[in-house]
């Protein structure tokens, strides 16, 4: 049994989501490993700048995003949801290290129709894109302008999640063509949106791109970038989100 039932909601802890170890790595020195048993998924605990928090390393794509998010509903009743990590950019030339906060995201490989009208809808649901918390993309936004010396390459938009790394700038393009409102590509953040979403928890989120999502992509780099770059950067941003979170808030 959690732990957390019958907790005030204002002591319940914000729940922090990345699917690599290299994108949380810098974050965990602040937490302590959990021995909890879980369906293998790495889970840190603690308190980071005076509010309680668990941190989760997933796993790549989209189911694995949606246990273990489900998994921290279940045991340890958030607050709220906070997505972080990498992202394939919309673009060729897009600047590496350009940061995404969330208006929403969607499941660009979910095609049910004719159950649907169009890609992207979950039938059960009959929405496409799961609205991320405006409160809470307020402040991770403002979180993450403060910690930047450029406030430029700090933007907002739909996050197209699906369970691939896309590497072409055929299937970019294709996906962009279907998807408009694209801001970046990854693998986890509409799945955690759609579990946060059916548990009735607010969630936001934020993603660096780390590579332009074509023929030029090349795994050591993007995670090298992830370990020598990102995890710091997210790891300054959540703190900074963290502290000005107020009690209660994201409930």
């Given amino acids: 049994m ?3 039932v019958g907790m005030d909601k204002a002591d319940r802890p914000v729940a922090l989501f990345a699917a690599l170890e290299a994108e949380a790595r810098a974050l965990v ?8 048993p879980s369906p293998h998924l790495s889970i840190w605990k603690g308190v980071v700048e005076g509010t309680p928090a668990i941190l ?10 949606a246990l273990g998010a489900q998994f921290v509903c279940d045991i340890f009743h958030p607050r709220c949801a906070i ?13 590496r290290g350009q940061l995404i906060v969330a208006s929403g995201a969607l499941q660009h490989d979910v095609d049910a129709r004719p159950l649907t009208d169009a890609k992207g809808t979950i039938p059960s649901l009959g929405t496409a894109v799961f609205d991320a918390d405006r409160a809470l993309s307020d402040k991770l936004r403002l979180a993450t302008e403060n910690v930047v010396e450029n406030r430029q390459i700090v933007g907002s938009g739909v996050i ?12 970019r393009d294709g996906l962009l063509r279907d998807f408009p409102a694209g801001a970046c590509f990854d693998m986890e953040t509409a799945a955690i949106a759609q579990v946060a979403l059916q548990n009735g928890i607010p969630w936001a989120a934020i993603r660096m791109i780390s590579d332009a999502a074509d023929e030029n992509f090349n795994l050591d780099e993007v995670i090298g970038f992830g370990i020598d770059t990102a995890a710091g950067v997210f790891d300054q941003i959540i703190r900074a989100f963290l502290r000005d979170l107020p009690p209660g808030e994201g409930r």
């Fill in 2 to 4: 959690s732990t957390y």
């Fill in 29 to 36: 020195r602040h937490l302590a490993p959990s021995t909890m």
């Fill in 56 to 65: 989760v390393v997933t796993g790549v794509g989209k189911v694995a995003a």
């Fill in 83 to 95: 997505a972080f990590g990498l992202a394939g950019a919309i673009e060729s030339d897009a600047q």
């Fill in 160 to 171: 197209l999640t699906g369970d691939q790394i896309v590497t072409s700038r055929e299937v």
